[in-house]
């Protein structure tokens, strides 16, 4: 598979995994309610906003043309940064969700990968090339 396939791959699995998980947010944010930091204020309206900001970034990355990608990618990229917290909340204080606590064997791979969804957003929205040094990135 050529460098330009498996962008297109990458940035096709991320924009399905964001519409799915954008979904998730929107019809059950009642799930999500009990991760979010205390500082957050209105929490479930916060929810409603990830789960469109989801969805959003989600139809970019999956626009065929190269300037919606970078838009995407950029947009997912900030978005992982910005949901971190509620994801170190989780770990931290091993919340409860549906009647589950999950273990550091979910959390710590959970917390590990997330620069990892950072890096995918900005690659497969053409926003960067590393660590490939041949080729460009997707004109903005």
Not at 34 to 39: A, E, L, S
Request: aromatic share 16%; glycine share 10%.
């Amino acid at each position: 598979m050529n460098r330009k396939a498996a962008r297109t791959a990458a940035r096709l699995l991320l924009a399905a995994v964001y519409a799915f998980v954008g979904y998730v947010h929107l019809k059950s944010p009642q799930g999500f309610l009990p991760i979010m930091p205390d500082w957050v204020p209105f929490p479930r309206q916060v929810i409603f906003l990830t789960g469109i900001w989801e969805l959003v970034g989600a139809a970019l990355l999956a626009v065929p043309r190269a300037r919606a990608h970078w838009w995407g990618g950029a947009l997912m990229a900030v978005y992982a940064v910005a949901v971190y917290p509620a994801n170190i909340k989780h770990a931290l204080d091993m919340v409860e969700v549906g009647g589950t606590t999950l273990g550091w064997g979910y959390h710590a791979p959970r917390l590990a990968f997330q620069p990892v969804f950072v890096w995918w957003a900005l690659w497969a929205g053409g926003v960067i090339n590393w660590p490939f040094r041949n080729g460009t990135a997707t004109p903005r």
